[in-house]
């Protein structure tokens, strides 16, 4: 098949990555509700990988194609339900990387800014060297409590691929674990 050899593998690779760490990862049918999740007008899924074990449930992965004026654009979504966010309060935090200079710069801090509705969270993951070391070497990351008729829970963005080695898949997982620790009044 000419088509299954131009596609974007992206999705494969990083289902091939988790499996390869012993997480039991699998690449789940196409058109299915998660797909939704996260999911911008400007790009378009390349598909859901259901995690079986942990706080992370599914990892929905989206791409912008490149055009004349831009690159290929990835974004990794992991999903984390949690029953306890409503509607009524919204959190988004997201990375903030400072360089050694602007732009070419070394990454030399990661903090988190945005709104936490008085959870702390952004105190929470700006004080925490392992996830600052998370931030800097997998890129760009942010936080956002979704609530709908087919979701509640959060959704963490990274936005570009990536691979997990033994201890960084581990210290990924922190992050949702803490969000699903929260004291939540939402």
Same mark, same amino acid.
């Given at each position: 098949?000419?088509?299954g050899?131009f596609?974007?593998k992206s ?17 789940? !049918?196409?058109?299915?509700?998660? !797909?939704k ?13 259901e @995690?079986?074990?942990g ?10 194609d ?10 990794? @979504?992991? @999903?984390?339900?949690?029953?306890r966010?409503?509607g009524s ?5 997201k990375?903030?990387?400072?360089k050694s ?14 709104e ?6 952004i ?7 392992? @996830? ?8 760009n990351?942010?936080i956002?409590?979704r609530?709908? !008729? ?12 990536h ?14 674990e ?6 939540m009044?939402?």
């Amino acid at each position: 098949m000419v088509r299954g050899k131009f596609r974007d593998k992206s999705r494969d690779e990083l289902a091939k990555n988790l499996d390869q760490l012993g997480v039991k990862a699998k690449m789940l !049918e196409r058109k299915i509700v998660q !797909e939704k999740i996260g999911n911008v007008w400007w790009m378009r899924t390349l598909g859901v990988i259901e @995690i079986n074990e942990g706080p992370i449930k599914w990892i929905n992965i989206l791409k912008k194609d490149r055009s004349q004026n831009s690159p290929p654009a990835w974004r990794y @979504i992991y @999903i984390i339900p949690d029953e306890r966010i409503s509607g009524s309060t919204k959190i988004k935090v997201k990375t903030h990387r400072k360089k050694s200079f602007p732009l070419f710069g070394k990454i030399i801090d990661t903090t988190w800014k945005g709104e936490d509705q008085g959870t702390e969270l952004i105190s929470l993951l700006s004080n925490d060297e392992v @996830i600052k070391k998370l931030a800097k070497d997998l890129g760009n990351m942010e936080i956002e409590s979704r609530s709908s !008729e087919t979701f509640r829970g959060w959704t963490l963005y990274i936005d570009r691929p990536h691979f997990f080695i033994e201890p960084s898949w581990l210290e990924f997982n922190s992050i949702p674990e803490r969000l699903l620790k929260l004291p939540m009044t939402l």
